[in-house]
């Protein structure tokens, strides 16, 4: 069972350069979700889905966008990439049938911006 | 302000010591979830415990217990026994429940080091 895959897992681009992020899962998870990892903030959230073509800020959107024409898929795109970027990139989902029910986490993207 | 607060950057505990990790949060529903996550050097975070608002009982999985005191808007994480595999980092997070609005809210984070 693949879960939730991230990918790349590692990436180096230069400043202006758009580059997306991509997340998938295979348990048909409604919600699904992108943070951002940064030393001294801990895990801050980009945007997020509830559904197939629903999909909300979080609270550090400027700067990316998502689309989510698929339950299963949830990229992210960073639109001209700037060094403030760099960081490690979590993508997770839930189906939230519970209150209780965790996120599931990928793996990450480090992505460093030069 | 804060919605989680963890005032520990790091600790160091001695191997086989019980170690409490501290986190605080704020907010105003009356129906809200508290999860503790661990992210080794590895970097995958992994879901450790779950503390529901009007659980009477504080949760307990293993080695893990949650201490939590409602009153005071807190949530520890214990750890007894501690391993050197409990090195990591620690994070406190916390689910509100506005319908429709499913996200969490993390803390900082502690990090924790075993010392043998």
């Known amino acids: 069972d693949a879960g939730i895959t991230q990918s790349p897992r590692y990436k180096i681009t230069e400043t202006g350069r758009q580059v997306t992020l991509m997340c998938h899962q295979t348990w048909s998870h409604s919600y699904m979700f992108w943070y951002r990892q940064d030393l001294g903030h801990g895990l801050r959230l980009i945007y997020y889905?509830?559904?197939?073509?629903?999909?909300d800020k979080g609270e550090v959107p400027d700067g990316y966008v998502v689309s989510r024409s698929k339950t299963e898929n949830f990229p992210l795109t960073l639109e001209s990439a700037t060094r403030s970027q760099t960081s490690v990139y979590f993508c997770?989902?839930?189906?939230?049938?519970?209150?209780?029910?965790?996120?599931?986490f990928g793996p990450g993207t480090r992505l460093l911006v030069l | 302000a804060q919605k989680i607060t963890q005032t520990q950057p790091g600790m160091f505990v001695q191997e086989k010591e019980a170690v409490t990790l501290d986190c605080t949060y704020d907010t105003s529903d009356q129906s809200y979830g508290l999860f503790w996550y661990k992210q080794p050097s590895s970097g995958e975070m992994i879901f450790l415990i779950y503390?529901?608002?009007?659980?009477?009982q504080n949760a307990t999985e293993g080695r893990y217990s949650l201490n939590f005191q409602k009153a005071r808007k807190s949530a520890n994480l214990v750890i007894s026994a501690s391993q050197l595999g409990d090195s990591a980092m620690y994070f406190c997070a916390m689910r509100e429940t506005n319908f429709g609005n499913e996200k969490l809210t993390f803390g900082t984070g502690t990090r924790l080091t075993i010392i043998p």
């Open positions: 503390q529901g608002s009007y659980d009477e």
């Open positions: 997770a989902s839930s189906d939230y049938r519970d209150f209780e029910e965790t996120q599931y």
């Open positions: 889905s509830a559904a197939a073509d629903i999909t």
